[in-house]
């Protein structure tokens, strides 16, 4: 088992920045690639960004490329999620997710094994 928890989430104003964290214990880390989803009310989730088991390779939905940057340290055990002029569009509750390193980067839900509780980012305009 992993355990998820997620931290840093709050009401910003658009064009502001919010970093979120995700500490998470139980299994080794860096055996898990990592990703961010992220659900808005009244909609499905969806893939935000991904990193692998080592932090080399990154990928990014179109709607925060250039804005979000995804990260982790290993030695912390702890992945994060830089975000960068936000907008309104990005307030939702944002997730992060473990899958087993041997998928890669994957931006497909059900390929994550553990899900942490999420953590509210509202958007004022």
């Known amino acids: 088992q992993v355990q998820l928890v997620e931290s840093g989430g709050g009401l910003v104003q658009a064009g502001g920045s919010l970093r979120l964290s995700c500490a998470a214990s139980?299994?080794?880390?860096?055996?898990?690639?990592m990703g961010w989803f992220r659900q808005a009310p009244g909609k499905e989730r969806e893939f935000v960004a991904a990193i692998s088991w080592r932090g080399i390779r990154t990928y990014y939905a179109d709607s925060v490329k250039g804005r979000f940057t995804i990260s982790r340290d290993n030695a912390r055990n702890t992945a994060y999620l830089q975000m960068n002029s936000l907008k309104p569009e990005d307030t939702a509750v944002y997730y992060c997710a473990a899958a087993p390193a041997a998928w890669g980067i994957t931006t497909v839900e059900k390929e994550y094994d553990y899900w942490g509780q999420g953590t509210q980012v509202t958007v004022s305009s």
């Open positions: 139980g299994r080794t880390f860096s055996n898990y690639a």
